[in-house]
């Protein structure tokens, strides 16, 4: 799938219902933005945390087309 | 890796398998639809229906949200592309699709400014990069990116950035799965319900399902465990009698959603009294458009679009797919004509679409190898 315009890992990250686990690094506060590495592959992303603030580095927070839809808790897992 | 690893592990996944062996009913055929295209990769990409009896059918459903755009939607896309001083952006799927006379990629190849993003902030970006230029982002998905899309409408009216407008052409999940319900054609013992959808709008909206159409809903994460776990939860409702909506994915999923995404949401979008899915027709209250405090920000009251309906191409079968009533392998042009290369049909062309999944992970077998 790697011949596939824009999708990575084996599927396309955008288009598709799944979401992407990643790691929260820095926040942004003032913009509302966090810069995140993606689990799968540890690229850096910036992304939209308004659905799920406060959040803070370290925290794990799952990504969908650039926003955090939810934050992945340790005690639910 | 946390919340992935535990949830690939092997030896698990053949303890599982053995419960679901002993938990049919020897005789009886049951058929599961998994309504997430996510679901779909992530079966034929771990094998997992491998790991099922022969008697377990997965039946693929709807929810892959390029494979539903309509050709005509297309169509409409490539217009406002083609609209002097505008740059076009999508996903990178949505790029490939076929509208009735090319893609947006050939429209980019012909000259229009077609961009490829991962995101709607990127849209936006772009944006205000390009002060001088009108930047679209023709937005598809389903509850799970319609949020995404809604903040960044949202945050483009902040900025006060007046080149930004958005094509809206969200879905929602709930009206296909009523009128698959409804479809004389398709019998089913019950639905693996989509992961990250229920992550915005919870688990409650499936309630209907069990209730109307006495069908057992288990929501499920997209690892193979999750999936497996997710079949033996649906065969023990039917062994029991027991017939509701569980949620397998409860390390993500809240059973009442994300109330800030739905709030989001409730403010930019408002429903279309229609929309129409390829495959599955016009279906009532299934599409989003901008809200008219929005309606600024959209693409289609800003630019003219042609807004004409297409028919499908006849030789292509992405309804039937769709809709679960034929597997990718038994439409006429699968793999000949229509493979993920140079696709006919959109359920070919995402990596979530059922066809291009049975095409890239060499599903062309007709019957089943249990091991």
Redesign the interface.
């Known amino acids: ?1 790697s ?5 990575v890992s ?10 992407t ?1 990643m790691t929260v690094l820095r926040v942004d506060e003032a913009r509302g933005l966090a810069l995140c590495a993606a ?1 799968e592959d540890g690229g850096h ?2 992304v ?1 945390i ?2 799920v603030a406060p959040t803070g580095p370290g925290d ?1 927070l ?1 990504v ?4 955090a ?2 934050s ?3 005690a ?2 | ?4 690893d ?1 949830f690939r592990d092997a030896e698990l996944g053949r303890v599982v398998a053995n419960e679901i062996l002993a938990s049919v009913e020897p005789g009886r055929h049951y058929k599961f639809m998994e309504v ?3 679901h779909t ?1 992530s079966i034929y ?1 771990y094998g997992v229906d491998d790991l099922l009896p022969a008697n377990i059918e997965l039946v693929h459903g709807p ?4 494979c539903v755009i309509p050709m005509g939607r297309v169509d409409d896309g490539i217009a406002l592309a083609h609209e002097p001083g505008v740059i076009f952006t999508c ?6 699709v076929p509208g009735s006379n090319g893609s947006l ?1 050939e429209a980019k190849a012909a000259g229009a400014d077609v961009r ?7 849209a936006l970006r772009i944006a205000k990069q390009n002060p001088d230029r009108e930047v679209i982002f023709f937005a ?3 509850e ?2 319609a ?3 809604a ?2 409408l949202k ?1 483009a009216r902040a900025e006060e950035v007046s080149n930004f407008s958005c094509m809206c052409s969200h879905v929602t999940i709930v009206p296909p799965l009523r009128a698959l319900l409804e479809s004389p054609d398709l019998r089913l013992d019950g639905f693996i319900g ?4 229920s ?2 709008v919870g688990a409650r909206p499936f309630e209907f399902i069990p209730a109307d159409y006495g069908k057992p809903v288990v929501v499920a994460g ?1 690892e193979p465990l999750d999936i497996l776990q997710a079949v033996l939860m649906i065969l023990r409702q039917l062994a029991d009698g027991r017939c509701l909506v569980e949620n397998q994915y ?4 809240p059973y009442e959603g ?1 109330l ?2 739905l709030e ?1 949401m409730s403010e930019v979008f408002e429903l279309r009294p229609h929309f129409e899915w390829r495959g599955l027709g016009f279906i009532s209250h299934s599409g989003l458009k901008l809200s008219e405090a929005y309606a600024d920000l959209d693409a289609e009251r800003r630019f003219r679009v042609p807004g004409v309906p297409v028919a499908d191409p006849k030789a292509c079968q992405c309804g039937e797919v769709l809709k679960g009533v034929i597997k990718p392998w038994e439409c006429k042009v699968f793999g000949t004509a229509c493979t ?2 140079r696709p006919i049909g959109t359920c070919m062309v ?3 679409g059922a066809c ?1 999944a049975y095409y ?1 992970y060499g599903r062309f077998a007709r019957e089943r190898e249990v091991v």
């Open positions: 799938m011949d596939h315009d824009g999708c084996g599927h396309c990250i955008t288009c598709g219902d799944e979401a686990p689990d992303h910036t939209e308004a659905l794990r799952l969908h087309a650039g926003t839809i939810a992945l808790q340790e639910s897992a | 890796m946390k919340f992935v535990e997430c295209g996510g990769h990409k929810g892959c949200p390029v996903f990178g799927d949505m790029m490939r990629l490829m993003v991962y995101s709607p902030l990127d598809i998905g389903f799970t990116t949020p995404s899309t903040l960044t945050r989509p992961g990250h959808v992550t915005v997209f409860k390390r993500v999923v994300n800030k995404a989001v993920p290369e995402s990596s979530e291009a890239n």
